[in-house]
């Protein structure tokens, strides 16, 4: 059975930093993009961040870029975000989520329908 589950989240102040985790078991990822989306209240889900199976190419949404950095380690089957400069409007509940498609070179899908495994997330408060 394959699991994902997230990390890390929590409260924190604005502009500062939080580090989240998201440790897969059941299947290995390290031939397959990984994803961050967060779904702040009333709102709909969306990306904030995205990588290819070998961590070479990235995706971040406009408003996290330079702020967020996502990262994976293959050998422990996890993916990071770090979160840098964190803003009152970053809260929202953040989840990870794994393909199980192969994609030929560095194509980095970024629809959520195109992700088939997800965790449970991870909130993060950000208070101003």
């Known amino acids: 059975q394959v699991q994902l589950v997230e990390s890390g989240g929590g409260l924190v102040q604005a502009g500062g930093s939080l580090r989240l985790s998201c440790a897969a078991s059941g299947r290995t990822f390290s031939h397959f993009p990984m994803a961050w989306f967060r779904r702040a209240p009333e709102k709909e889900r969306d990306i904030v961040a995205a990588i290819n199976w070998s961590g070479e190419t990235t995706y971040y949404e406009d408003s996290v870029k330079g702020r967020f950095t996502v990262s994976k380690d293959n050998a422990l089957n996890t993916m990071y975000l770090h979160m840098h400069s964190l803003k009152p409007e970053d809260t929202a509940v953040y989840a990870c989520?794994?393909?199980?498609?192969?994609?030929?070179?560095?194509?980095?899908?970024?629809?959520?329908?195109?992700?088939?495994?997800w965790g449970q997330g991870t909130q993060v408060t950000v208070s101003s």
């Open positions: 989520a794994a393909t199980g498609r192969y994609y030929t070179g560095n194509y980095l899908p970024l629809d959520q329908n195109e992700y088939d495994y």
